[in-house]
Nanobody
Framework: QVQLVESGGGLVQAGDSLRLSCAAS????????MGWFRQAPGKEREFVAH????????NYADFAKGRFTISRDNAKNTVFLQIYSLNPEDTAVYHC?????????????????WGQGTQVTVSS
């Protein structure tokens, strides 16, 4: 069982940066692929990025390449999502998710554990 708690969201101006964090419980965090998803009002949840358990290799949605960076600190059981040059289209609830021992997960239904999300609101 893994519990995930996101933090770091807030109300920011366009052009600002944010770093979201997702703290995981449990002693085997390094064995989990971690993903970030987001859901904007009235829209479907969409994949943002994931980072593999096996080698810390990141993968990004096309819209996230160049402005989003996912990283993990296994010693602190935490995964991060750094977002640069925020724009109003980034406004969403951002969720982290976890799946043990499987890499390259792009769909939400592939993950077993989810956090409650952190709200990011970008004003123009």
């Amino acid at each position: 069982q893994v519990q995930l708690v996101e933090s770091g969201g807030g109300l920011v101006q366009a052009g600002d940066s944010l770093r979201l964090s997702c703290a995981a419980s449990g002693r085997t965090f390094s064995g989990y692929t971690m993903g970030w998803f987001r859901q904007a009002p009235g829209k479907e949840r969409e994949f943002v990025a994931h980072i593999s358990w096996s080698g810390g290799i990141p993968n990004y949605a096309d819209f996230a390449k160049g402005r989003f960076t996912i990283s993990r600190d296994n010693a602190k059981n935490t995964v991060f999502l750094q977002i640069y040059s925020l724009n109003p289209e980034d406004t969403a609830v951002y969720h982290c998710a976890a799946k043990r021992g499987v890499d390259y997960l792009y769909r939400g239904d592939e993950y077993d554990y989810w956090g409650q999300g952190t709200q990011v609101t970008v004003s123009s």
